[in-house]
């Protein structure tokens, strides 16, 4: 039903090929739900807050990880969930049996059929994602008309000063692979695709310090009416 504009085995091949993001997202997966994270704490409860009462519809999320917003999603929602790492996905798919998950490469073309899905969640990827433009574009083509996409990402701001995905293995510090994209370039993207902007927001953690910039950046863009 969803995967028959691009053959789903095809677009497998191509996401096991080398990549450092996937590897390093392989290494980080059995500790990344358990290790100190305030990102992905923030991220993971204001996701629920900003989508609660919302239709939700058929629900692609790209960049699933270990499933921390998937197992809240799959309770409101039919849920399609992309990652590039194998080893992220087995823990996806002990923590949200429910969905229905494939490795895939966000890079590429997404083995989606057109205007198949109503809702996209993209939390914490699109920092990995130099081509800002693909992803707006693959967003456009594969929801239906009013269909919405939510992002957030670590702030820019904290990039600029040196922070990104990182993580320790074994004693060694591990750096993933990032571009700093700046909201001016995250929000001109997905208008290129037809899109609008319906909210923005930079919200800090509670433990943040005041001085301190926001820690992510949140924005909800919605397609009009086809």
Known sequence: MYFRRRDLREAQEEALLPNPVRDAYDRWAPTYDTMPNVTRDLDAELLRVGLSGSKLGDVLEIGCGTGKNTKWLVRHARVIGFDLSTKMLAQCRAAAPAAELHIADLTLPWPVDDGKMDTIVADLVLE???????????????????????????????????????????????????????????????????????????????????????????????????
């Open 128 to 226: 990995h994602i130099e081509d800002l433009d693909h992803i707006a574009r693959e967003s456009a083509r594969v929801l239906r008309g009013s269909g919405r996409v939510r992002v957030s990402e670590l702030h820019p701001w904290l990039q600029h000063q040196g922070k990104a995905a990182r993580f320790e293995d074994a004693g060694v510090l591990v750096e993933i692979p990032t571009f700093v994209h700046t909201t001016e370039e995250y929000v001109t993207a997905f208008l290129r695709a037809g899109f609008v902007l319906d909210a923005l927001c930079e919200p800090r953690s509670p433990v943040d310090p005041v001085a301190r910039p926001p820690r992510l950046l949140i924005m909800d863009f919605s397609l009009p009416s086809r």
